[in-house]
């Protein structure tokens, strides 16, 4: 017998009974989205691996470390993608999608980063994505984090997150900062963590959301971004604000909330909960409007957010928020004996799936006598067993248990549909 072949570590399976939250979640989220006017947007894995040096950024921690490239026949450098709104961008670029025109996208997927895997972070993971085009005005990021706090009540989560906020800037505030921050820091290198003497002449800004606690403690008295913002940056967040607070979605303003890439300006912002360990995201996202043109097109604004579809699922099930009907569950099943009786189950298993209701009926298939039958009946964790037999065939009836309560009845073909309605109704 040959060695078994087992998954990459990092990139999971996802089996039958955890599956069934995953498409409770997705069809949440494509309700809720659709409601606000957005269209799915569908794009490859695979892609140039120029588009996330150029879009994420070369110095950030995806490009320079956690990215799945290599080089195909042709020589050519291709890289799995590791998150969307690059590949968002391209495909809505390419298909003249964005110039002069406003579009309301979204996107799911699995993405892929070389990373050490944990609990809920993975080498292969998946986001889903809402990203808008054509809007500079603050009233799109207002609306895309209302989006996301109705998501949240649906999905019984709004009490169990929090929304940080906060405002970048434009590009020449954020240099501006970022040469009085590296001034500051340079002072102090020897105590910052490995991590951040390294971001401080790559990506100097990364610093302020180190965990480290010896470099929290010298960033108290760094210089704060908020002392660079410019005007207009300022007058973006405060009109941010203002519709938040009329829609009544309550926030709080982290100053060293930044975002680890490039293409961010303006606005940023995190959902974040405390139902995971240590405060944990599990959306984030702000305002790109530099990257279409950053990545060949004519400059367009952009905003959008990315969510976490592990995460969330981990902290649905943590928190024991996902309904039963969101369950793989059997209505009935059906078991039968005898030539006559398998041929009459398939037509009374067929009508009940014609009925319109949305039943999930599982036919027993494979033989065996009653008695096991009746086992994979009870396993099955159906409401109702259908038994069907040669006498049943003749007389035009059908056996229902009901597997609560052991009670068996009988009951005529024509009348089945309204039988079982009331049954599983009352």
Not at 100 to 106: D, E, I, P
Not at 211 to 229: C, R
Not at 312 to 321: D, H, I, N, R
Request: proline share 3%.
């Amino acid at each position: 017998m040959g060695r078994k072949v087992q998954a990459i570590r990092g990139m999971n399976d996802i089996l039958p009974g955890q599956s069934s939250v995953w498409q409770y979640l997705e069809k949440t989220v494509a309700q809720v989205v659709s409601g606000y006017g957005y269209q799915q947007i569908r794009f490859p894995i695979v892609e140039h691996t120029e588009l996330f040096k150029r879009g994420v950024g070369e110095t950030t921690d995806i490009v320079e470390k956690e990215m799945y490239t290599f080089d195909d026949r042709n020589g050519e450098s291709l890289t799995l993608r590791p998150e969307g709104t690059a590949s968002c961008v391209r495909a809505a670029d390419q298909a003249g999608l964005l110039f002069n025109q406003t579009q309301r996208l979204w996107y799911v997927g699995p993405m892929f980063r070389y990373e050490r895997p944990q609990k809920g972070r993975y080498r292969q993971f998946h986001q889903i994505g809402v990203e808008s085009f054509g809007m500079a005005t603050p009233d799109i990021d207002a609306e895309l984090i209302i989006l996301s706090a109705r998501l949240w009540k649906k999905l019984g989560l709004l009490e169990h997150v929090e929304l940080q906020l906060n405002t970048i800037g434009v590009a020449a505030a954020r240099e501006s900062f970022k040469a009085a921050l590296v001034e500051y820091l340079t002072q102090y290198k020897d105590q910052l963590d490995e991590d951040s003497q390294r971001r401080l002449s790559t990506n100097p800004l990364r610093i302020l959301d180190s965990k480290d606690e010896n470099t929290q403690k010298v960033l108290v008295n760094a210089p704060s971004l908020e002392d660079f913002i410019d005007e207009e940056s300022q007058a973006h967040f405060d009109r941010l604000q203002a519709i938040l607070k009329a829609n009544d979605v309550p926030f709080v303003i982290n100053n060293k909330l930044v975002r680890g890439l490039d293409y961010y300006g303006k606005t940023v912002f995190e959902w974040v909960t405390s139902h995971l360990g240590a405060q944990a995201t599990v959306c984030a996202g702000g305002r790109y409007d530099g990257l279409v043109e950053q990545l060949g097109g004519k400059a367009t604004p952009a905003v959008g957010f990315a969510m976490g579809v592990e995460r969330l699922v981990l902290l649905l099930e943590t928190l024991e928020l996902i309904p039963s009907e969101a369950k793989d569950t059997t209505d009935v099943f059906m078991v039968s004996f005898g030539d006559a009786a398998e041929l009459q189950s398939f037509v009374v298993a067929e009508s009940l799936r014609n009925a319109g209701q949305n039943w999930t009926v599982l036919r027993h298939c494979g033989g065996g006598n009653f008695k096991n039958q009746m086992k994979k009946a009870d396993k099955s964790g159906a409401r109702f067993t259908l038994i069907i037999g040669d006498s049943e065939v003749e007389e035009g009836v059908v056996q229902i248990k009901d597997m609560q309560t052991g009670e068996q009845t009988s009951c005529t073909n024509a009348d089945l549909v309204g039988n079982l309605l009331e049954k599983l109704n009352g």
